[in-house]
């Protein structure tokens, strides 16, 4: 397996591995995360869109957009991690794992402070990253359960880069920040309760 860059005729490929992995939960969901991808493309915000290539197929995709964090002296370019998606019949074998620390090596390539995600505690936590909220990062809904919200500090962050994180209006238009009833209750107790 290759981690690469996607190219533009993976295209098809990468939204059929981002609805696969997604549509775990229910088809319409997994359509959901890939309409947000090709928006979050389409807007012009994607930093990085890398996938794993297995004996030339597309068995997962991670992509890094663009954000801000709102710190008191500017607005700060930042790096999101998402949507990390790995089609269901080649997950567990460290693609996901790899996929992530791909693109945290692209958000230090940019040249940003910082990469942010929404996800699993326990499974992100374990690939390098640790609570937002631990080191003065505030999500950007409240919705967003704390656990959740979780960051890696790259070289070039200062002590005074610290704020809430600000996504791009895409992520708004397609609901995709934060945790809407009636998947709050459930995942709240997978990932903590809201701050």
């Known amino acids: 397996m290759e981690i690469r860059v996607a190219r533009p005729e993976d295209a098809a490929a990468v939204r059929r591995a981002v609805a696969a992995a997604f549509g775990a939960e229910t088809a319409e969901h997994g359509t959901q995360v890939a309409d947000l991808w090709d928006a ?4 012009g915000h994607v930093r990085a869109s890398l996938v794993a290539d297995g004996d030339g197929a597309v068995v997962g995709h991670v992509g890094v957009s663009h954000a801000w964090v709102d710190a008191r002296p500017a607005l700060v370019d930042v790096a999101v991690l998402g949507p990390l998606s790995v089609r269901p019949e080649a997950q567990r074998g460290g693609i996901g794992t790899a996929l992530v620390a791909a693109a945290v090596e692209a958000a230090r390539g940019l040249g940003v402070p910082a ?33 959740a919200f979780q960051v890696v500090v790259l070289d070039t962050h200062e002590e005074w880069m610290t704020g809430r994180l600000v996504y791009r209006d895409v992520w708004w238009v397609h609901d995709s920040t934060g945790l809407r009833d009636p998947r709050l209750a459930e995942l709240e107790g997978r990932f903590g309760r809201s701050s």
């Open 40 to 43: 979050v493309e389409a807007a």
């Open 115 to 147: 990469i942010f995600l929404e996800g699993a505690p326990h499974y992100y936590g374990a690939r390098g990253f640790r609570k937002a909220s631990d080191l003065g990062f505030a999500p950007a809904s409240a919705r967003t359960p704390d656990a």
